[in-house]
């Protein structure tokens, strides 16, 4: 496809989704849920603390923190970071200038990239458009007039879980590309830095890339909008876009309306629970009648199959928290904030109360031996009291760490 298609009738994924639209491009051309927000909010703050620090210092970092809500373990994590040192690690001196929080749009068809805004300060001008690929950059150094870049994307995961090197990840090669067609770049070095929560870096790269790399890069992102161009065109015209299942599954935001999670799901409805399931001895002959390339592929789907099964757990409890869901025999399986414990041995917490509520109340009151949040709902209710009441003298008593934005967030008690 050489010609550019209508803007206005597609959108391009972000650079952060380019793995995904890569291995499944139909997944573009379903709707995106937002459960994922809060994960990548998290994330967010860390970021935004260790822009402040590079932008203005380690004390704007510290003053900016101290503004800001957020949960405690995060707010931990950013002090034990500091941006003045991670900086002098990551970029050797000479730069001309570095550039923090940098968003890019990159047009694939036109080969243009478009700044749209750096620092937090919105480019004069700059248009978003849906059909170019947005980039955001955390930091960008500037060597040699523009003629060298060294790119740098932070992350905040487990630097010694996916060893995939930089140059071969497409959301880093898609920031290349936007930083260097812009800057009219001859190199851009590519960098992953690891941030942990002790403070440490760990950083994975630099990776060189040249300008016939960059150039080949841009033709893998001209390819990508192609495939994912033609899912939308095939939706918009009542079609079924073709989606490929893999390990890009694990965070697709079109997860809930995707045809083959659907058929998952539907796949469980059709499992016989009262058959027994055969045991060891007869799944190890099975296996000696296979020879060794189908036991290889049936292990790598296994292991695909029970990624996919727990995904499907964390699916349940999503949609457990917009409404129960109705069990084999009628009994009904409600969120209640399985995830939200709180650091509180139960019996200390309950006997506040025990003068004035009965046992059978009590017994009511929570389900398990481990406070949930929606124990303190049960509980406040039973003892007909708002449940804020009960969370403020937790608060007070450094039982939990509670701020406006966010959920109750688990504290220990004895920091």
């Keep these: ?63 900016w923190l101290d503004s800001t809500e957020m949960p405690g373990d995060v707010e931990n994590w950013c002090n034990n970071l500091d941006p003045a040192k991670i900086v002098d690690k990551l970029f050797p001196a000479g730069y001309d200038f570095i550039w923090v929080e940098c968003k890019f749009q990159y047009d694939p068809w036109e080969r243009k990239s478009y700044l749209l805004s750096r620092q937090g300060d919105p480019s004069p001008g700059a248009k978003w458009s849906p059909s170019r690929i947005t980039n955001k950059l955390d930091v960008v150094a500037v060597y040699d ?15 010694f879980g996916d060893m995939t090197m930089p140059k071969d990840l497409l959301q880093l090669q898609g920031q290349a590309v936007a930083a260097g067609i812009y800057f009219e770049a001859e190199r851009v070095d590519v960098s992953i830095g690891f941030l942990r ?44 876009p073709m989606v490929i299942e893999g390990p890009w599954c694990k ?33 190890v002959e099975m296996l000696k009648a296979m020879t060794p390339e189908e036991i290889g592929i049936a292990y790598g789907k296994m292991a695909h199959a029970k990624a996919m099964l727990d995904r499907a757990k964390e699916s349940f409890k999503f949609v457990a928290a917009y409404a129960p869901i109705l069990l084999p025999g009628g009994k009904k399986q409600v969120d209640l904030d399985q995830q939200e414990r709180l650091s509180v041995d139960p ?39 708002p449940t804020e009441d009960v969370l403020e003298e937790l608060e007070d008593e450094g039982y939990v760490d509670r701020r406006a934005s966010y959920k109750l967030q688990p504290r220990n008690r004895h920091d």
């Design 145 to 159: 007039g523009g003629k060298h870049l060294k790119v740098v994307d932070f992350k905040t995961g487990d630097p």
């Design 197 to 240: 929560p002790n403070g440490e870096l760990v950083e994975r790269g630099p990776d060189k890339l040249d300008s016939m790399a960059i150039g080949a890069a841009a033709a893998d992102l001209k390819a990508i909008a192609n495939r994912v161009y033609g899912q939308q065109k095939t939706v918009k015209a009542g079609g079924v």
């Design 347 to 385: 019996v200390e917490f309950l006997a506040r109360w025990k003068d004035e509520c009965e046992p059978e109340q009590l017994g009511e009151a929570f389900r398990s031996d481990a406070i949930s949040m929606g124990g303190v709902r049960d509980f406040a209710k039973v003892m007909e009291i």
């Design 1 to 63: 496809m050489s010609k550019k298609p209508d803007p206005h009738n597609f959108r391009l994924p972000s650079g952060s989704r380019l793995e995904l639209a890569e291995g499944c491009p139909g997944s573009h051309a379903l709707p995106h849920a937002s459960e994922w927000a809060e994960r990548l909010q998290r994330g967010s703050l860390i970021h935004d603390y260790m822009a402040h620090g590079i932008l203005a210092g380690n004390e704007a970092a510290t003053a």
């Design 251 to 283: 965070y697709c935001p079109a997860l809930y309306g995707c045809p083959a999670k659907v058929g998952l799901f539907r796949g469980l409805m059709t499992i016989d629970t009262e058959t027994k399931l055969p045991s060891k001895e007869d799944l």
